[in-house]
């Protein structure tokens, strides 16, 4: 199907990918068909070994440091564009850097190694939407849109990769998520800077204001649910809970959180009710990719 030019829905620890061969302009087209996606929004090619993101992109020094100690596992690197390199232009929106990533999935890594090809694979559900974690999460929100899924069970990690900038003088970091930004800073010892992208334009997945939302508005830092709303909570709730609550953690555990986070949040996503009412998320470790979900998936809708 991949040699083809169609798309595979497949697990990785961190959400389903939408699967397509990195290397076929059609292919990369689908996939932003599919998912409704903002052609200028770059997708991460997925490789099976550090040599294949060698044949894909120039890695620096600190590209191999990092991808030594993080790969496979929930870290994409953005570094400069191989000269020799197959990546379809449109799946890095024209830029002259690709976001290269080594998924930690046993079937994510037999399938690209399979396919003998880098795979294209943003999350597997319509754009801006809230990320999949399971195959039933892909199924009910592309269907026909794909031509296959790859039940793989429930993702690990829960987030999306952290995102980090490699191309220029200093590290950057463009999205947090799966692996703690404390970590990179100690692997790399030095800080990293924050993105200062526009959303109109972005050098990586997941910076547009409006991301991995709901349909309900959502509401942060909220001590309890309000009349109608769906209360999301972190860490003990509040007495009186209401019925329509679900728990991060009850324990304060902010692995477990980034693991229920998009699942919980597509459970309490129903039309009877007003909002969802999210308590508040430390922001330290994984807790600032959740924060960020988060943020995304409060901001206003439309763009």
Request: one cysteine or more.
């Amino acid at each position: 199907m991949l040699a083809a030019g169609r798309l595979v829905a497949f697990p990785t620890e961190t959400v389903y990918g939408l699967g397509g061969d990195a290397t076929c302009d059609r292919a990369v087209a689908a996939i932003f068909e599919a998912k409704g996606r903002p052609s200028f929004n770059p997708l991460i090619a997925h490789v099976a070994s550090v040599a294949h993101a060698a044949a894909l992109v120039e890695m620096n020094a600190a590209a191999h440091r990092l991808a030594r100690l993080f790969w496979p596992g929930p870290l994409t690197l953005v570094l400069p564009r191989h000269p020799q390199s197959p990546v379809s232009l449109l799946a890095s929106a024209g830029l002259d850097s690709i976001a290269v990533r080594m998924p930690d999935h046993p079937v994510a890594l037999a399938l690209i190694a399979a396919a003998g090809r880098p795979l294209a694979a943003p999350s597997a559900n319509r754009s801006g939407a809230v990320s999949p974690t399971t195959a039933d999460h892909v199924a009910r929100c592309l269907g026909g849109r794909v031509s296959t899924i790859l039940d793989g069970g429930r993702c690990r990690v829960g987030v999306e990769s952290t995102v980090v900038d490699l191309t220029g003088p200093c590290p950057v970091l463009l999205r947090p998520g799966g692996v703690a930004v404390e970590a990179l800073e100690a692997a790399l010892g030095a800080a990293l800077l924050r993105s200062t992208d526009s959303p109109d334009a972005p050098r990586s997945p997941g910076q547009l204001d409006s991301h991995y939302a709901p349909s309900l508005p959502v509401r942060l830092n909220a001590t309890e649910a309000k009349a109608g709303e769906a209360l999301l909570g972190f860490g003990p709730l509040p007495p009186g809970a209401a019925a329509a609550s679900l728990n991060l953690s009850p324990t304060g555990d902010l692995e477990e959180a980034a693991a229920n986070l998009f699942a919980m949040l597509r459970a309490l996503d129903r039309p009877e009710r007003a909002g969802i009412a999210v308590m508040a998320i430390p922001g330290h470790g994984l807790g600032l990719a959740i924060n960020d979900r988060l943020r995304r998936a409060a901001a206003p809708r439309g763009r």
